[in-house]
């Protein structure tokens, strides 16, 4: 089944408008389509697999929010949630009991977060872990991997996946040398690299950040034990393990990553940071770890965030609905929807002769376009940027005029749910032979 949308002159109009009283016309940078070209899509709505756009176009979704649809949109329990909370009261600026029904929940999928304390974002979350980690080990320098984003930090803006790697940009304006220069920066999966960097620095790291499963500069997993071995070398050098699962938390499975790895492997980091699913769709994010390092946080220990909006009424009776829908049968649902369309993806690919590799970690996927990659893979930041990155702007367009709604960017993950059926598969798939054929007869752009 094949479905052609018609126009966007609505969504231009109101992209014009926009763009004279909101920066660039958006409120986050990838939904600009600044590496696919063409008018960003303004949505009006959502159900299940599909989102509708305000010219009335219906798309299969596969950016799902960047991931906290994880059931699906407009799930009727989590609306039910949503609209009993709101009709109690939108914001207290107090103590609620759905916040600890939500951290029960957490630490009943995730026993390492002992302790766990809500934020509004993932940014939030990184800079309160890294805030602990540094006040914990009394050291200042951070290390983190070149291609992995853990939010608008500015001492982890430093070769940053994600919006950056869209816009191009190596770092952010306004940014000081002083901030960056606590950051050392290394590629991912390279233990030989983290090794140098304690054997020069290790008295003075205080943590080393990363994406439990990097997907923000595409997906680019984990290479068996690197993660372990990030575990070893910060115990023996005294420094703390900070994994970011604010995108693969409750996304790929019921305790995220570290139910996918660390569980079976007996290891475990000392703060781990969630996000998106366990907003259901509204600002909810969390730090948790250790409760020696956690009991630092104020008003039981002298390293200070707060915030206004932390555990809203309203986004913790979303965030808990959706955890409690998201059982066993959900994830095997998620992960058969991800492997399908995998196959299809690779399927369709091998039968234009494009070279490719496609990349998965859990049911989180991305295409990595060109000889090399398809050689090699993508296992790092510098693989990913030298992957064929403009093929992907035909692709997507191509996708888009069928009702495919791709995230708009090469450097992003493809989001699947659990209300992805067989009707929503087919559209995806019969879409796929002219989004393919678009992108192996892309040319490269000329310096």
């Known amino acids: 089944m094949s479905v052609t949308t018609t126009t966007a002159k609505t969504s231009a109009a109101a992209f014009a408008r926009a763009q004279t009283v909101i920066p660039g016309g958006v409120n986050s940078p990838v939904r600009a389509y600044g590496n696919v070209g063409g008018t ?27 991931g ?54 993932g940014t939030e979350a990184t800079m309160t872990a890294l805030r602990l980690a540094r ?48 950051t050392i920066v290394v590629p991912y999966n390279d233990v030989e690299a983290v090794e140098a960097a304690f054997a020069e620095h290790g008295d003075r790291i205080a943590a080393v950040i990363t994406e439990a499963a990097p997907a923000n500069m595409g997906v680019v997993p984990p290479l068996p034990g690197f993660n372990a ?13 900070i994994q ?4 693969t938390g409750f996304r790929v499975g019921y305790s995220g990553w570290w139910g ?48 206004t909006l932390s555990g809203n009424p309203v986004a913790t009776a979303a ?48 295409t990595f376009f060109g000889a090399d990659a398809a050689a090699h893979g993508a296992q790092d930041y510098a693989a990913v940027l030298a992957s064929e990155s403009w093929r992907y702007a035909p692709f997507f367009t191509s996708l888009l005029e069928s ?4 995230p708009p960017s090469p450097f992003e993950a493809w989001f699947v749910s659990a209300a992805h059926d067989d009707d929503a598969i087919d559209r995806i798939v019969s879409a796929l032979p002219a989004a393919v054929r678009a992108a192996a007869q892309a040319t490269a752009p000329t310096a």
Not at 90 to 113: H, K, Q, Y
Not at 149 to 161: E, I, N, P, T, W
Not at 403 to 406: L, Q
């Open 68 to 121: 906290p649809a994880l059931l699906g949109h407009a799930h009727p329990e989590v609306v039910e949630a949503v609209r009993d909370a709101a009709g109690r009261g939108l914001s207290f600026g107090a103590p609620t009991v759905t916040e600890t029904d939500l951290v029960d929940e957490i630490r009943s999928r995730v026993p390492p977060a002992e302790k766990v304390r809500l934020v509004s974002t």
């Open 229 to 241: 071995a990030l575990r070893r070398i910060t115990l023996t050098h005294g420094a703390l393990l």
């Open 135 to 182: 006040a914990f080990t009394g050291r200042d320098l951070v290390v983190k991997f070149a291609g992995c984003y853990h939010g608008h930090v500015d001492a982890l803006l430093a070769s940053a996946g994600s919006g950056v790697a869209t816009l191009g940009l190596p770092d952010s304006a306004g940014v000081s040398a002083a901030v960056t220069g606590e």
């Open 244 to 247: 970011d699962e604010v995108l």
């Open 40 to 66: 960003p899509r303004f949505l009006a709505s959502a159900r299940g697999p599909y989102v509708t756009d305000i010219d009335g176009n219906e798309y299969v979704d596969l950016v799902g929010s960047w």
């Open 260 to 307: 996918l790895e660390g569980l079976r492997e007996g290891w475990a980091a000392d703060l781990h940071t969630f996000g998106k699913v366990i907003g259901g769709g509204l600002p909810v994010a969390a730090v948790g770890g250790r409760r020696d390092v956690m009991s630092l946080l104020a008003p039981t220990g002298p390293v200070y965030q707060a915030g």
């Open 403 to 406: 009702g495919v709604y791709a």
């Open 319 to 366: 965030g808990l609905t959706t955890l409690r829908l998201a059982d066993a049968s959900v994830y095997a649902r998620v992960d058969a929807v991800s492997a399908q369309l995998r196959g299809e993806l690779t399927a369709a690919l091998s039968a234009e002769g494009q070279p490719h590799a496609v990349q998965w970690a859990g049911n989180l996927f991305s």
